[in-house]
């Protein structure tokens, strides 16, 4: 499945598009649920919406989690300080997300880092209807920089292209991805990877159980750490944009699903989801992930944690689905 592309209506105003953009600074940074609609003669699970509404009005994003799962070869790597070295000191710490399964233990402690930010300045889901009046195309550029009131040599000017580029490039070997728009979208999306209809499905999200400024702090693993038994799973990862963009896909490779409790050194507690990707041999050398874990393409499995406003779809599931380790 290729990028949706979004059909141009010259009937929207632009001046009204613009006002309604929350505070999009192009910072690495970047949802709301609006409405339900039908689809396949079936309405949308209100179970559903409520879910992606309050995960949607919870949390921002970053564009570091965007970079999960992906081969980002033609890119320089934006995300670090200067270059890796064996010691963590030098590793910028919003990149302190990956592990590997052997480190899945109870009692382990690990610097992690989770966003937090003001959903008041994050950009918002937009309807259909809306975003497919829109074009969503690298080749669009220009006129989505007028349109936004960006300059082309803007922070936010750069972030868009980013996710432009990286919603057009193509998929690794096994991967099926598809950069959603709207909630519509990605419900589809979901459906078709997983061959289940919408009442069939769930989400899943990290959540954060007190209120902490601290983004990065050393966690240790809780007893009940959680296997999450989903034969299938849809991944969905905030983008950069004035509104909301989801880069959602999907593997052949097998993968595993947790749901682990954490507590910080300062007591801060987080539900933690956790995607563990058994087989890396088709990611690129250059994949941060390898940088950070100090391992090769094939040679390690690589865990990452989910910030709080990305989405782990999986096929619904019973008490039987869930094994603790």
Request: charged share 20%.
């Amino acid at each position: 499945m290729g990028v949706r592309k979004g059909k141009l209506n010259p009937s929207n105003s632009g001046a009204k598009i613009k006002s309604e953009i929350f505070n999009f600074k192009g910072e690495k940074k970047c949802c709301s649920m609006h409405e339900s609609r039908k689809m396949g003669g079936n309405f949308i699970s209100c179970f559903l919406f409520l879910l992606l509404l309050i995960i949607m009005c919870s949390y921002g994003s970053r564009a570091e989690e965007t970079a999960l799962l992906k081969d980002h070869q033609t890119k320089s790597d934006e995300h670090t300080h200067a270059h890796f070295h064996t010691h963590m000191d030098h590793i910028d710490p919003s990149l302190m997300v990956f592990f590997t399964l052997k480190d899945l233990n109870v009692g382990k402690r690990m610097p992690i880092y989770f966003p937090k930010r003001d959903p008041a300045t994050s950009p918002k889901l937009w309807p259909r209807e809306k975003s497919d009046s829109l074009p969503f195309s690298l080749n669009q550029l220009p006129y989505l920089l007028k349109l936004f009131s960006f300059s082309p040599n803007s922070p936010q000017a750069k972030a868009m292209e980013d996710t432009l580029r990286e919603c057009e490039s193509e998929p690794i070997k096994g991967e099926v991805k598809f950069c959603a728009t709207s909630y519509e979208s990605m419900l589809e999306f979901t459906q078709s990877m997983l061959g289940l209809t919408t009442t069939h499905i769930q989400a899943f999200s990290t959540s954060h159980k007190t209120k902490s400024s601290v983004t990065f702090q050393n966690y240790t693993f809780l007893e009940n750490i959680v296997e999450i038994q989903a034969p299938k799973m849809v991944a969905c990862h905030t983008m950069p944009y004035p509104y909301a963009v989801f880069y959602c896909h999907s593997q052949e490779s097998e993968n595993k699903v947790y749901k682990i409790s954490l507590v910080g050194d300062n007591g801060d507690k987080v539900e933690a989801m956790v995607v563990c990707h058994l087989d890396t041999s088709q990611w690129g050398a250059s994949h941060i992930s390898f940088q950070v874990l100090g391992v090769k393409p094939g040679s390690s499995s690589v865990c990452h944690f989910f910030p709080a406003d990305n989405l782990i779809w999986v096929p619904k599931l019973q008490s039987h689905d869930f094994s603790a380790l």
